[in-house]
């Protein structure tokens, strides 16, 4: 999975814009609501380009940022100068222990067996895991139903789409944390079709395919996107899983 999440570096640039932010401050307000004291050190996990450093930036104390990718981190580090970057895999990477741990939306994407673990580890005595990000949808059904029948048609399959409650459930099962707890959101985002087609691009799926084969489905959803009139509503379903070492 290492391997496939360095493929996010070949957009580095078209992540950064085409990718949706969070609501930082509300975010930011729940994490800290949730630990408590302010945070002497916060590590982020997985940083990519900074979307998920907006919001942990805004709870203080020194933020030092793993990514595994010299092309995303060059981003990150254009925008967030004054944060610490350190380019290794989390697997690999020597940080001291924070008081809170946030990651989002790269989660998945660490090594299964050893991912609650190495937080853990990589936490203070009470110290919190944030795990946050949000799964696209879209506001009208039938809109929904025009993508995920161009998918279907080009690649056999309706897109993919992980369980919203896959962090939370890694996370208590693990038995590394205590006081597990899941938030959820919601946010409708317009966006135009030439939008949407860059958002696209920056999925892990497409990023797997061939560029024949990328063209191919950016065809199909270019279509899809026109039958039903051009700009669609995401309805971005956020979740934020809170968790205290054990």
């Known amino acids: 999975m290492a391997g496939m999440a360095m493929r996010f570096g070949e957009v580095a640039d078209i992540y950064e814009d085409a ?22 050190r916060v590590l982020e996990v ?36 004054a944060v610490e970057v350190v380019v290794a895999p989390f697997e690999e990477a020597r940080v001291e222990p ?12 660490l090594d299964p067996r050893r991912r609650c673990r190495l937080a853990a580890e990589a936490l203070r005595p009470g110290g919190t895991l944030a795990v946050f990000g949000h ?7 039938a ?7 161009a998918f279907l048609a080009v690649e056999g399959r309706a897109s993919a789409v992980r369980p919203e409650t896959e962090a939370f459930d890694d996370i208590r099962a693990s038995g590394c944390f205590a006081d597990v707890r899941l938030e959820r ?28 084969d990328q063209e ?5 959803l270019a279509a899809a996107l026109d039958r039903i009139g051009g700009e669609i509503v995401l309805d971005l379903r956020g979740t934020l899983t809170l968790a205290r070492k054990a």
């Open 216 to 220: 191919q489905t950016v065809e199909a």
């Open 135 to 141: 799964r696209y949808a879209y506001a009208d059904p």
């Open 185 to 212: 959101s919601s946010r409708h985002l317009p966006m135009e079709p030439g939008q949407y087609l860059r958002l696209l691009r920056t999925f892990g799926p497409f990023r797997a395919k061939s560029p024949a």
């Open 98 to 109: 924070a008081d809170v741990l946030g990651c989002a939306l790269a989660w998945h994407w």
């Open 143 to 149: 809109h929904a139903a025009a993508i995920d029948a």
């Open 46 to 81: 997985g940083a990519g380009t900074g979307k998920g450093t907006e919001v942990l930036a805004r709870l203080g104390g020194e933020l030092t940022c793993v990514e595994p990718d010299e092309r995303m981190a060059s981003v990150l580090r254009s925008r967030f100068p």
């Open 19 to 40: 990718r949706p932010g969070y609501d930082a401050p509300a975010l930011a307000r729940a994490i800290a609501g949730y630990h408590g004291a302010p945070p002497g």
